[in-house]
Every structure is written in structure tokens, then in C-alpha cells.
């Protein structure tokens, strides 16, 4: 078992740099790391309270509902799963450039879920 969370909450915002200011500010979240594109978007952060993390990202419209994102050992075979239960595939496996795996549907009410081998921390890496 490891202190990492294994289900994190995912928004995205349309200027994930604003969205970042704002919670840090108004409900005192805590940057844990944060990455942008070549042109310096917000691609990537993750934000923790306690032992707790959301990661977010910028898009260029936003999702009608927050999604959820788990940590699994076989992210095909959770795809595997969800497909073939009926889930609406919106990417199917795919390998990342940050060498992770994952994949994305979304249920029968709308909501997205994604399955994945990263596995945020409420801590900054030492990298």
C-alpha cells in the first residue's frame, strides 16, 4: 500500500494558470507541481489540502462535470471493462509522453472517468 491516492478528482479550466491562483488563494490549496506546453499554457498540476490532491489542466472548453481518475496496475484491461459495460469511450489506451499509460470514457449520466498508471503525491518531487 503506498500514501499516494489511487482516486483524484480532475478539473479543467480555460486558463488553468487563473484557476490555479484562485484556489490557492481562496481555499489555501498548495501547488505540488505544475507543467506547461512550449507556449507556456497550464498542461498539467496537481494541488493538494492535507493529504488530498486534484490534479487540472487547461482546455479549451470545459467539461460539463469534474471526472475522476484512478490509479490501476492494467489500464487496458479497466478499459477493457468499461467498454464492454457500455462506457462511451473518449480515448481508448494510449501511451503519454511523460511515459505513463491511460485512457478515458465516460459513464451513462456524463461523467468522465480515466484510468491510469501515474500516481500523483501530495508531495513535490525531488527531482
Not at 84 to 103: I, K, M, N, Q
Request: negative net charge.
Amino acid at each position: 500500500m503506498t500514501d499516494r491516492p489511487s482516486i483524484v478528482p480532475y478539473l479543467s479550466y480555460r486558463d488553468g494558470r487563473a484557476a490555479i491562483d484562485f484556489l490557492t488563494r481562496a481555499f489555501g490549496l498548495e501547488v505540488v507541481q505544475s507543467y506547461d506546453d512550449t507556449e507556456g499554457t497550464l498542461q498539467h498540476a496537481e494541488l493538494r489540502h492535507g493529504n488530498g490532491v486534484i490534479m487540472l489542466g487547461t482546455a479549451e472548453l470545459p467539461k460539463g462535470s469534474p471526472g475522476l481518475y484512478l490509479v490501476v496496475s492494467d489500464v487496458d484491461a479497466h478499459f477493457a471493462r468499461a467498454r464492454d459495460a457500455g462506457a462511451e469511450v473518449l480515448y481508448p489506451p494510449e501511451d503519454t509522453e511523460w511515459g505513463t499509460r491511460r485512457c478515458r470514457v465516460r459513464d451513462p449520466e456524463g461523467h468522465e472517468w480515466s484510468f491510469g498508471s501515474y500516481q500523483p503525491q501530495t508531495t513535490a518531487p525531488d527531482w
